[in-house]
């Protein structure tokens, strides 16, 4: 159940700038150490081991909530050429009910990387996740790649859920110089909104924070839908279908 759970609500990981100088037609010799791109180190052998808490809703004639927390694994496990010659990391996805329990290999990813952008497939979809140079205040189209209409289907309820995204859903919100997450302090933390929609029946919302030289410290999702309701009570109370995932870095290479 918890592995079916995990396939069914994994979305997770990533870029896109051309600077020129438009004082001189010399094109300007940039610092890249300065465009973002250690916020997703990729190289063999890395990997990150995140706690993941679930909440999901489900209603036949009661709502039904079901906790659960597992610990996934990402771990980098191959590279190749695409056919326009980018660079593609495979990473190998593990999942284990907590650290006394033996890891089970559950599922696999590819993240493309090029000096403009990041991409993440999962199940035959690719996420921008990231684009370059990083700049607060700076959107782009993250499903720029995924039909509108494209179902996801949560606790057998079929979601839209990109059909609530506008052209530039995906934005810097902010750079901190330092922050707390549930697992610890990080430095340099990019926070990245991907998605937020409400209404009186859905409620999206999606966001992610990297950590420079780390990646992913934390990722949130909210997939929601219930029926009418007073919209200034508090939503998620009155879930009837969906989930919510809350996912913090516990340990990294």
């Excluded at 916020?39 to 063999?44: A, D, F, N, V």
């Excluded at 990231?130 to 079929?158: D, H, M």
Aim: charged share 25%; aromatic share 14%.
């Amino acid at each position: 159940m918890v592995k079916m759970q995990f396939i069914k609500t994994i979305f997770i990981i990533l870029v896109t700038g051309l600077v020129i100088n438009a004082c001189d037609p010399e094109v300007e010799v940039l610092d890249e150490t300065t465009f973002g791109y250690t916020y997703t180190p990729l190289e063999l052998g890395k990997f990150w081991i995140y706690k993941t808490d679930s909440i999901y809703f489900s209603k036949e004639i009661v709502v039904t909530i079901d906790s659960v927390s597992v610990e996934i694994m990402e771990e980098v496990v191959d590279t190749f050429r695409n056919a326009n010659n980018e660079l593609v990391f495979s990473l190998d996805q593990y999942l284990r009910k907590d650290s006394s329990a033996s890891w089970e290999l559950v599922g696999n990813s590819f993240v493309t990387s090029s000096k403009s952008k990041l991409i993440k497939s999962e199940f035959g979809l690719d996420f921008i996740k990231l684009v370059y140079p990083v700049a607060k205040n700076k959107s782009w189209n993250g499903n720029v790649y995924i039909g509108s209409r494209q179902l996801i289907t949560f606790q057998g309820e079929p979601f839209e859920l990109f059909s609530y995204w506008n052209n530039n859903s995906y934005y810097y919100v902010d750079i901190k110089p330092k922050e707390m997450i549930s697992s610890g302090s990080f430095e340099n933390v990019l926070s990245v909104e991907e998605a937020d929609y409400t209404d009186e029946i859905i409620k999206i919302k999606s966001n992610s924070k990297y950590a420079d030289h780390i990646g992913l410290v934390y990722h949130e999702a909210w997939f929601l839908k219930r029926g009418f309701a007073n919209p200034n009570t508090p939503y998620d109370p009155k879930a009837e279908r969906g989930v919510i995932i809350r996912q913090y870095l516990i340990q990294h290479n």
